[in-house]
């Protein structure tokens, strides 16, 4: 079949020709010229209608399937993707939506949560996706601690606990953070959180009144904007370099920071700024969560102490998880409270959970600790995932050394790269890798204000020949692009 694109002007507009087919299609599917259920030409067919390249043509069809404007059904083609069922109007009174208050309204407001992966493509090797590969989980060590927080005929599961959760996880958390982080505290000063983004959701809406200033990291985690903006909060982007936030006299109520290993560019504060950061927020009065993310995994060089250690007034808050050190299904997070925000944490902790979640859960992992088995993990999956790191950065500076620019680092889960070619091209290669079957995160969704475009590689599921793989195939991503530029 024949379209009408009017490809020529958007030639015009556009750099490479695969570029000007996918916005001239994108278009005419936004201005209903190609309704839903449409089939498309095939690549050939295009291709020789508009004298362009067969890769240039299925490089815009690709990019296409990526953000979900077509889809693609062996045997069948290629077709225009549906539009959701419109609103219908009228109905009876009982059908009328509830009110909601402005903070439900906030919530719908923000964009979508994002998912893990970058274009989705053929079966392959996601290098966006986290998470340990579970053969590496010692899982007959936590199926016993499991059998034994239950107790003794199962007795131990009717048990209840502190709204800051079980006592013995928390003293051994204290016991765990005092000898690998330098940090003393007392377990009753740990509240116990399923999952860190609770805890700081809960802290931003007990520590922020709605139109008060937040200074968040650019880039940052997108869940922590999501959960700033929908407090109310007047969000302030602090821009991030090689040594971390870059600091200003921000007129603020909270800031918060990635100071050990800067998520997602991997960048440690110095130890400069970390005592400017201490000094402001104590002018101000003015508090630091402290998320300490990833901490457990360091490859090499001297290990860094957390913002809290330097803390001499009770301005940080320190908040760390589980879920990068076990696995996905157990959420557990926590934070180090001042003495003087206790009581007020676990009020209004209770008054979200008045039982504390997953009971079972703590008192296997406090006994997992207890016996060693959690030191032993850690150390295990410390030395496979440096190998691993190493390898993949080596890969990466051999095989796409002209493709990325890789943040230096010796720690954590992922890598965060530049993207080294013209800006207008990084859509087209994320397209161009799924299609040969890798994937990873645009770190785009990271960011609060717009900046230059990176890459997000987690890879630490895979092994040193997957990933030597997973890197060939971006090399071999970058070619097809090269070679369809001209068509």
């Not at 000007?20 to 498309?40: C, F, N, Q, S």
């Not at 928390?170 to 005092?178: I, Y």
């Not at 130890?271 to 402290?290: C, K, P, S, Y």
Request: glycine share 12%; net charge neutral.
């Amino acid at each position: 079949m024949e379209i009408s694109l009017h490809l020529e002007t958007y030639i015009e507009k556009h750099r490479y020709k695969y570029l000007a087919l996918y916005h001239a299609l994108r278009d005419a599917i936004m201005e209903g010229r190609l309704p839903g259920g449409t089939k498309l030409p095939s690549t050939r067919e295009l291709a020789d209608q508009y004298g362009l390249s067969r890769g240039s043509a299925a490089l815009g069809y690709d990019m296409l399937v990526s953000e979900g404007y077509v889809h693609s059904e062996v045997g069948r083609g290629t077709f225009v993707a549906q539009a959701g069922p419109a609103p219908t109007a009228g109905g009876d009174l009982a059908a009328a939506p509830l009110a909601l208050s402005r903070w439900g309204e906030r919530l719908l407001e923000l964009p979508p949560i994002p998912g893990s992966g970058g274009c989705k493509g053929p079966a392959g090797i996601d290098l966006g996706g986290g998470g340990m590969s579970m053969e590496l989980f010692p899982y007959a060590e936590w199926r016993s601690a499991m059998t034994y927080a239950g107790g003794r005929g199962g007795e131990d599961m009717q048990r209840g606990a502190d709204p800051a959760g079980d006592l013995g996880l928390r003293q051994a958390l204290a016991a765990h953070l005092r000898v690998t982080r330098g940090i003393h505290t007392d377990p009753e000063q740990i509240v116990l959180f399923s999952g860190s983004m609770q805890g700081i959701t809960l802290l931003f809406q007990l520590l922020l009144n709605e139109g008060e200033a937040a200074v968040l990291e650019d880039p940052c985690y997108s869940g922590i904007i999501r959960a700033a903006a929908a407090c109310g909060a007047e969000v302030i982007p602090a821009e991030v370099d090689v040594h971390g936030i870059r600091l200003s006299d921000w007129d603020a109520r909270l800031v918060l920071v990635t100071p050990s290993r800067q998520y997602p560019t991997g960048a440690v504060l110095t130890l400069e700024r970390r005592r400017q950061l201490l000094d402001w927020a104590e002018r101000h009065q003015a508090v630091i969560l402290e998320d300490d993310y990833d901490s457990e995994f360091r490859f090499g060089g001297r290990p860094i102490e957390p913002l809290k250690t330097l803390d001499t007034r009770d301005r940080v808050i320190y908040i760390g998880s589980f879920s990068k050190t076990m696995f996905a299904g157990l959420r557990l997070g926590y934070a180090i409270v001042p003495q003087s925000l206790v009581d007020a944490v676990l009020r209004a902790k209770t008054l979200y959970e008045p039982l504390t979640t997953g009971l079972l859960e703590q008192r296997a992992l406090a006994r997992f600790m207890a016996r060693g088995d959690y030191g032993r993990h850690l150390r295990r999956l410390t030395r496979i995932y440096g190998a691993r790191h190493r390898h993949f950065c080596a890969r990466m500076r051999e095989k796409a050394g002209h493709l990325f620019s890789l943040m230096p680092g010796d720690s954590g889960l992922h890598v965060y790269a530049y993207w080294l070619q013209p800006p207008e091209a990084f859509a087209a290669f994320t397209a161009a890798a799924a299609a040969r079957g890798v994937t990873f995160r645009d770190a785009s969704g990271y960011r609060i204000q717009p900046g230059p475009p990176a890459a997000f590689f987690s890879y630490a599921r895979w092994d040193e020949r997957q990933l030597e793989e997973g890197v060939d195939r971006l090399a071999a991503a970058w070619e097809d692009i090269r070679h369809g530029m001209n068509g």
